[in-house]
């Protein structure tokens, strides 16, 4: 059974940093990723890897702020964010490609992330 685990949110001031993990079991997937939703839009890519090359691919709103990375040995794929701000609150979901699929395929429950004073 495929299962994928975030962690790491949380309420941070603005211009914090915070670091989002998200453990995978039960599979290998060709690429992973980060994607965050807020009420009333829909949900977005803010970062992928792929499994082998390692590359990643940035929505131009987080570019130079946040940074994803895996770590293929414990099949985990981290987010890394610095220079948080408030439009960057949001539930962010972690995502998984299954092997020729072209689509993200396996998500997790979400992790919520706030940035306020």
């Known amino acids: 059974q495929v299962q994928l685990k975030e962690s790491g949110g949380g309420l941070v001031q603005p211009g914090g940093s915070l670091r989002l993990s998200c453990a995978v079991s039960g599979a290998l997937f060709s690429a992973m990723a980060w994607y965050r939703q807020t009420p009333g839009n829909e949900r977005e890519l803010v970062a992928s890897?792929?499994?082998?090359?390692?590359?990643?691919n940035y929505a131009d709103s987080v570019k130079g702020r946040f940074t994803i990375s895996r770590d293929n040995a414990k099949n985990t794929v981290y987010l890394q964010m610095n220079s948080l701000k408030p439009e960057d609150t949001a539930l962010y979901y972690c995502?998984?490609?299954?092997?020729?699929?072209?689509?993200?395929?396996?998500w997790g429950q979400g992790t919520q992330v706030t940035v306020s004073s």
């Open positions: 890897i792929t499994r082998l090359s390692s590359t990643t």
């Open positions: 995502a998984a490609r299954s092997v020729g699929r072209n689509e993200f395929n396996h």
